[in-house]
Structure formats: structure tokens, C-alpha cells
């Protein structure tokens, strides 16, 4: 029974891979089709930078899983498989370098005056995990960055429609391809993609597209964005870099994807943390190089529990790492071009 319904799961992701799109972003499920999602962006308008956030209010069973080497987080041990909380009520996501994790502090204050949380003698203590990207150098205006107010408005914002993709939130500043130097870097973003299954499984993820390295699409192995060619007019051949064909810098420690995964089926915190885990290949898959020691690259997991079909914890994994990917995708497609750096649209029509 596990077999056949991984076996299904690969199918219908080799299908849906076959017709991802190759231009700009088509309508497509997202991370609010997973009942009891809701997101919210808040973009500051002094300089590209923001926040969002992804709440569960009825609460959800969280982990994540970081596996680059220059992390930006706050309350991951509590989502440890081994420790006591299992329940997360909202996740963000911000730029602003350490600064943009008092992000926390408005999501926790905006669901605390809705009475969600852990409730004891009368008050209510939400539990807010989330990663930040590092954006201060885009824009010129390193001191301003996004904070609790920021994180307020974002969860005011909230909602289960749409997700709105490209140049906000979170993803208002962030950059890719930086590992040639941010000279050569093209313009990230956010992005959101989710998988259904005819049983009523959902599998969505959200994420923040600010890496070191490029992005390539799985399906035709192509980079969409990226390090630019010295000329700025076209993408470099980024397997070529990385084989020798030339040195490549040391990016400082600016970059970071982080990543928001979402699915209705009921899991165990240590189940969430498996598919947390395989989430992760969606990144390795559409990012190169990626888990740097300049990446902090960061999977979130909340798992609400709404649908009550048998859990095949591999075969919600496999659906995880393709939404993931997909989710990359979208947000390098969705972004538009900022000076300095030109976006994937931009690169195409030359």
C-alpha cells in the first residue's frame, strides 16, 4: 500500500514537472490551499526589504530542518523531535539580518490579542519560529530593516488567498547568484506552489529565494537566474564554475533560502522533521550550489492535521521537495528587476 502510493506520488510529480512553466508564473495551487494557512506580506517602501508570515492559528505540529551553514533563526531547538512544544501557531519569514528576527515579537503580539497560544491564567503564549535572509546591502539603506511592526502588519495581513509572489515581503530584497561576486547577482524573490492528490492530500510550500548560488530548473536542467556573464546581459554556465573551468569567490555571508512547508495530513513532530528532511531536496534540486557556509539554508515544516487519510510519510516527503522546488521557481519568475540586479524576465527577453 506505502509502495503504490509513492510510486503514485513520483508519477503525478514527473507529470507536473513536465509542465511547469518556462515564462512568467501561471496560476497554480499555493501554500493557503492546506486548510488553516493563512500568509501575509509586510514590504517596507524606504528600501527593498520586509517580512512574511505564515500562521496556524488552530495550531500545527512543526520541526525544521537547517542544513546551511550560516543560519539566521529563532525558537528551531523547541521543534527538536525530542522536546516538549508540538504545537506552532505562525512562522515568518524577514529580511534585515539578525535585526528582522523582532519580527517575533509583532506575530507573537498580534495572535496573543486574538487568543491564540498556549493559554495560561487567562493570557496566551504563541509559538513563532523563523529565519532571516541577509538583504542590507540592496538598497543603500542598511538601517532600515524590518521589525516587531513589520511582523504586525504582516500577520494583520494574513489571509487564505492568493499569495502574492516576486518582490514582496520577505522576499523584497533578496538576491541570487552572488557567488561570483554581488556584481554579477540577479534579483530573488518569494514564491508559493503546492501538490493535491485526488485523496485530498496537500502539500504546499512557501519560499524566500536569496541564495549564493543559481537557479536551475529541474525539469530542463536550464538556469533561470542567477550569475550573470561579465557582460550582464546573459546567464554563466553555472556546473562550468564549479568544475574549474574558473575559481569562484567565497561569498560573504549574505545569502539564505529559507523555505515554509505546509501540508494537511496529521504527523508526529518526528514525522514532520522526516519530511523536513526530504523537503531539503527540493533545494538541492533547484539551487547550485546550495547549503554553502554563506547559506543559511533553512526548512520549515507545519503539519495541521485536517486531513484524516493514511500518512505515507516518504511519499508526503517526495511531495514536500517537489513543492519546494516548484515554490523556488516561481519566486526567481515572479520577481521583477531592481538596480543593480536585472530579474530572470529581464535576462530572458535579450
Not at 207 to 231: E, K, L, Y
Request: hydrophobic share 45%; charged share 15%.
Amino acid at each position: 500500500m506505502r509502495a503504490t502510493f509513492l510510486l503514485v506520488v513520483l508519477a503525478g510529480a514527473c507529470a507536473l514537472a513536465d509542465a511547469r512553466p518556462t515564462g512568467q508564473p501561471a496560476a497554480a495551487l499555493q501554500i493557503t490551499a492546506v486548510d488553516g494557512i493563512t500568509v501575509g506580506h509586510h514590504t517596507l517602501t524606504e528600501r527593498p526589504t520586509g517580512c512574511t508570515v505564515v500562521l496556524a492559528e488552530a495550531g500545527a505540529v512543526g520541526s525544521v530542518e537547517v542544513l546551511g551553514g550560516a543560519p539566521g533563526t529563532i525558537e528551531t531547538d523547541l521543534l527538536a523531535p525530542e522536546n516538549l512544544v508540538d504545537q506552532v501557531h505562525g512562522v515568518f519569514m524577514a529580511g534585515g539580518s539578525a535585526f528582522g528576527l523582532d519580527v517575533a515579537g509583532g506575530v507573537r503580539r498580534y495572535l496573543s490579542e486574538k487568543k491564540v497560544g498556549f493559554e495560561f491564567g487567562g493570557a496566551y503564549v504563541p509559538i513563532v519560529p523563523g529565519a532571516i535572509i541577509f538583504d542590507l546591502p540592496v538598497g543603500g539603506r542598511p538601517d532600515i530593516r524590518p521589525g516587531a511592526d513589520c511582523g504586525y502588519a504582516a500577520a494583520k495581513a494574513a489571509s487564505a488567498g492568493a499569495v502574492a509572489e516576486g518582490n514582496v515581503g520577505a522576499g523584497a530584497g533578496a538576491t541570487v547568484g552572488k557567488f561570483l561576486g554581488r556584481g554579477r547577482a540577479m534579483k530573488g524573490g518569494v514564491g508559493s506552489a503546492a501538490l493535491r492528490l485526488p485523496s485530498g492530500l496537500v502539500v504546499g510550500a512557501l519560499a524566500t529565494v536569496n541564495a549564493s548560488g543559481s537557479i536551475i530548473d529541474p525539469a530542463t536542467g536550464r538556469v533561470v537566474a542567477g550569475v550573470r556573464t561579465a557582460d550582464g546581459t546573459g546567464l554563466e554556465d553555472v556546473r562550468g564554475i564549479i568544475r574549474g573551468e574558473r575559481l569562484p569567490q567565497s561569498p560573504a555571508p549574505e545569502n539564505t533560502t529559507v523555505v515554509i512547508v505546509a501540508t494537511n495530513a496529521r504527523l508526529t513532530k518526528a514525522q514532520a522533521n522526516a519530511v523536513a528532511k526530504m523537503a531539503q531536496a527540493g533545494l538541492a534540486r533547484a539551487v547550485l550550489p546550495v547549503y554553502t557556509l554563506a547559506d543559511g539554508d533553512t526548512v520549515f515544516v507545519l503539519a495541521t492535521g485536517t486531513w484524516s487519510g493514511d500518512v505515507d510519510v516518504s511519499g508526503i516527503g517526495a511531495l514536500a521537495a517537489e513543492a519546494v522546488s516548484d515554490a523556488i521557481l516561481r519566486g526567481v519568475r515572479a520577481a521583477t528587476g531592481i538596480p543593480g540586479y536585472p530579474a530572470a524576465r529581464d535576462i530572458a527577453r535579450r
